[in-house]
T-cell receptor, first 113, second 114 residues
């Protein structure tokens, strides 16, 4: 595997379910990001981790819970989501959070019923 | 002030033509302006980027033009090809602080007709 990978690629869940999204980067980077991409809206930064420490939480509702066990892996735990949370969730990484160039994964298409 | 405004929302260009996408910003602290290209089913990929110390940067058929005084920058795709059909996002960020946040535009869906 190369670059940034995300699993699953598609996820359908009910509002009472609990699920997790996984991201793995194979680039030796130290910063990882979660973004939400909705149609006709700018990419919304959700969380930033730098050297496993969370450095940014962009006022994200608590039903989204990130976890970064090491610099290569990032999870987004989901529970009690709302239909408006349906979107493409993108993971990205960069050398560190002070470097501008970010490399994106293919995303997880989430549908909340 | 943190917004980046992008236009047009969609663009249709004939093969061989020039595609032009524009972005404008307000925050004069922005000092890094990348363009990302996104194909269906893929994540955005960095296409080309510019810093405000130059007015133009060219990489192959892709050129960024930057107007610091107008706080505008644009992407020009010369000799557009059907394979260029994708969504293009401009973005901006500052170089200060521990976390450089990329502020994205809303995207432009480009269709290049054969």
């Amino acid at each position: 595997e190369t670059g940034v990978t995300q699993t699953p690629r598609h996820l359908v869940m009910g509002m009472t379910n609990k699920k997790s999204l996984k991201c793995e980067q194979h680039l030796g980077h130290n910063a990882m990001y979660w973004y939400k991409q909705s149609a006709k809206k700018p990419l919304e930064l959700m969380f930033v981790y730098n050297f496993k420490e969370q450095t940014e939480n962009n006022s994200v509702p608590s039903r989204f819970s990130p976890e970064c066990p090491n610099s290569s892996h990032l999870f987004l735990h989901l529970h009690t989501l709302q239909p408006e949370d349906s979107a493409l969730y993108l993971c990205a990484s960069s050398q560190d959070s002070g470097r501008n160039e970010q490399f994106f994964g293919p995303g997880t298409r989430l549908t909340v019923l | 002030q943190q917004q980046v405004k992008q236009s047009p929302q969609s663009l249709i260009v004939q093969k061989g033509g020039i595609s032009i996408i524009n972005c404008a910003y307000e925050n004069t602290a922005f000092d890094y302006f990348p363009w990302y290209q996104q194909f269906p089913g893929k994540g955005p990929a960095l296409l080309i980027a510019i810093r405000p110390d130059v007015s133009e940067k060219k990489e192959g058929r892709f050129t960024i033009s930057f107007n610091k005084s107008a706080k505008q920058f644009s992407l020009h795709i010369m000799d557009s090809q059907p394979g260029d059909s994708a969504t293009y996002f401009c973005a901006a960020s500052t170089g200060s602080g521990a976390t450089n946040k990329l502020i994205f535009g809303t995207g432009t869906l480009l269709a290049v007709q054969p």
